[in-house]
């Protein structure tokens, strides 16, 4: 495969059956793409220079998703320019709250991108990953018309029995 143009790098291996989400999501609009587990608390350096490769290589669109006290993104996003989407993940004890105050509340200067909760943030994502790099590339915006336009059929079908 090419160089990814988006990275997917979540805090735990925990964390992953809900950003196969995502995994899924940007295979669906055949996106180059990596996903990783590195922490901004557990691999403090191995996550730093993941970020410092990964923008060397060509990377365009970051998602972290962490739950907890969910500094990933945070801690990606200053180290790189490039857009940082974050994903809280729902977490056992306070069901995802505190994953999503501290993955969006930024200090002013270092923007977070923050989704929802969950399976549908991971799916969004990478939606929103797609949609920015679709800004320069027709092909993918015509797929998210697509992928919309598809969506709306399968609503339009429903039937309540
Ligand atoms: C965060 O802590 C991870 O992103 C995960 O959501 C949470 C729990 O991690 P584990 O203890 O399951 O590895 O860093």
Redesign the pocket.
């Known amino acids: 495969m090419s160089n990814p143009l988006v990275v997917v790098v979540?805090?735990?291996k925990?964390?992953w059956e809900v950003m196969r989400a995502a995994d899924e999501t940007l295979t669906q609009f055949g996106l180059a793409h990596e996903c990783r587990v590195l922490?901004a608390?557990r691999t403090p350096e191995a996550l730093v220079k993941f970020v410092e490769e990964s923008v060397a290589n060509g990377v365009e669109v970051f998602i972290a998703?962490?739950?907890?006290a969910?500094h990933?993104a945070g801690v990606v996003a200053a180290h790189t320019t490039l857009p940082v989407l974050g994903v809280p993940?729902e977490?056992a004890a306070l069901k995802g709250l505190d994953s999503l105050l501290s993955t969006v509340q930024m200090p002013a200067g270092i923007p977070v991108g923050t989704l929802a909760i969950g399976k549908p943030g991971a799916i969004n994502a990478a939606l929103l990953a797609v949609a920015i790099l679709s800004t320069s590339r027709p092909d993918l915006r015509e797929q998210l018309k697509a992928y919309r336009a598809q969506q709306a059929e399968k609503v339009l079908a429903e039937t309540l029995s």
């Open positions: 979540m805090g735990s925990s964390d922490s608390h998703a962490a739950g907890g969910a990933l993940m977490s």
